[in-house]
């Protein structure tokens, strides 16, 4: 990657955000690990061929380290956010798989089994999220799949 020269502008309008932004507050950043009970290492999925289907770890040396100049505040602090990965208890009977994926897999627990909410993208993820939580709350069978309408701009009335 080569450097380039950062417009004047963006660096004073990042200044202008971090002096307006508590970012030296990470509650945020110890609320999405609460409840962390496993993860992969390496946190890579792989398709029968060996294709890397998701590599979790993907941008954990860049995001370790400190923002790129141009790069928002608020982004780089969601972006590490939405870069932990593994299963989380989120309550009594409810789990989630983040960051195995671009979107998060909800477990419900119940009588006979239970119900997968948005599964994930591809086969892959779905059956290693599904394979992490039954490695932590064992082989409970999936009773039923629920799939909801992305966040994507078509489907809202407004």
Known sequence: MTEATVDPGILAAARAVEDRLPFGDTR??????????????????HA????????????????????????HPSLWRQAQLVALHGLYEVTDG??????MDLSNMTIVEGDRGVIVIDPLI???TAADGLALYREHRG???????????????DLHPW
């Open 139 to 153: 082989d409970r069978p999936v009773t039923a799949v629920i799939y909801t309408p992305g966040d994507r701009g």
């Open 28 to 45: 945020d950043l110890e609320d999405a690990r609460r409840g962390l009970l496993g993860s992969r290492s390496p946190g890579t999925v």
């Open 122 to 124: 591809s086969t892959e």
């Open 94 to 99: 409810i789990y989630q798989v983040r960051g």
């Open 48 to 71: 029968d061929d060996g294709r890397v289907v998701w590599n979790a770890d993907a941008w954990a040396d860049v995001l370790a380290g400190p923002r790129p100049d141009t790069v």
